[in-house]
Structure formats: structure tokens, C-alpha cells
């Protein structure tokens, strides 16, 4: 199931972005929706994530300040990203755990986008 994530750019702080994740291919349904971020030298960490339509977690640094939302009938998926800071510089991935079925079985499988570059400048 491809992924393809967009909207990253470079900002200043105090500024927004809005990220945006649309998943391609063929499955039954959506499970969750997420995003993670990965700053240079560090290990990738969860962001935040959407699940059952409307429920939402986030990570406490981002509370207050970044929204999610998604569309499972557009298999889309966004980041509203307020307020931002230096710190929140990373490489953002979205993912998606998606069922499909195969040979009469389904399955639920976790499938990554290809990253997209946020830089908060001071």
C-alpha cells in the first residue's frame, strides 16, 4: 500500500504547516493512522495518531500546538501544524495499519510513506 506524504517545507518559528498522507493500492479498510518524526541523530518517535474516525493521541510535546485528522473514505490523512518551534525540525513518515485480505485470510499490516522534511528556523 503505497503512502505519499507531503507539506513539508521550511518555516519560521511561530509559523504552520499542514501535512498530508494519501494512501494508494488496494485493502479493505483503514485501522489507525499516524505520524512520526525523525530528527538527524535521533531514533524515530510517534507524534500522533487517529483511530475509530475520531479518537486522537499525541505526543506531549506536540499537544496544544499540531492537530490530526483523516478521511478513511479518501484514505487521507493530515497534520495541522501550529506554533512551531526549532525543535520540531525532523523528517515527518506517516503510516497506516490497513486489513487486507489474501487467499480468503486477512490480515493487518503497518505501511510507512516516504518522509517529508519540516525545518523550523529560529
Known amino acids: 500500500v503505497p503512502l505519499q506524504a507531503s507539506g513539508g517545507s521550511l518555516v519560521q518559528a511561530g509559523g504552520s504547516l499542514r501535512l498530508s498522507c494519501q494512501a494508494s493500492g488496494s485493502f479493505i479498510s483503514i485501522n489507525s493512522m499516524g505520524w512520526y518524526r525523525q530528527a538527524p541523530g535521533e531514533q524515530r518517535e510517534f507524534v500522533a495518531s487517529?483511530?475509530?474516525?475520531?479518537?486522537?493521541n499525541y505526543a506531549d510535546s506536540v499537544k496544544g500546538r499540531f492537530t490530526i485528522s483523516g478521511d478513511t473514505a479518501k484514505n487521507t490523512m493530515s497534520l495541522q501544524m501550529n506554533s512551531l518551534k526549532p525543535e520540531d525540525t525532523a523528517v515527518y513518515y506517516c503510516?497506516?495499519?490497513?486489513?487486507?485480505?489474501?487467499?480468503?485470510?486477512?490480515?493487518?499490516?503497518?505501511?510507512w510513506g516516504q518522509g517529508t522534511q519540516v525545518t523550523v528556523s529560529s
Open positions: 487517529i483511530y475509530g474516525g475520531s479518537f486522537t
Open positions: 503510516n497506516f495499519w490497513v486489513s487486507t485480505r489474501a487467499n480468503g485470510v486477512s490480515k493487518l499490516d503497518g505501511y
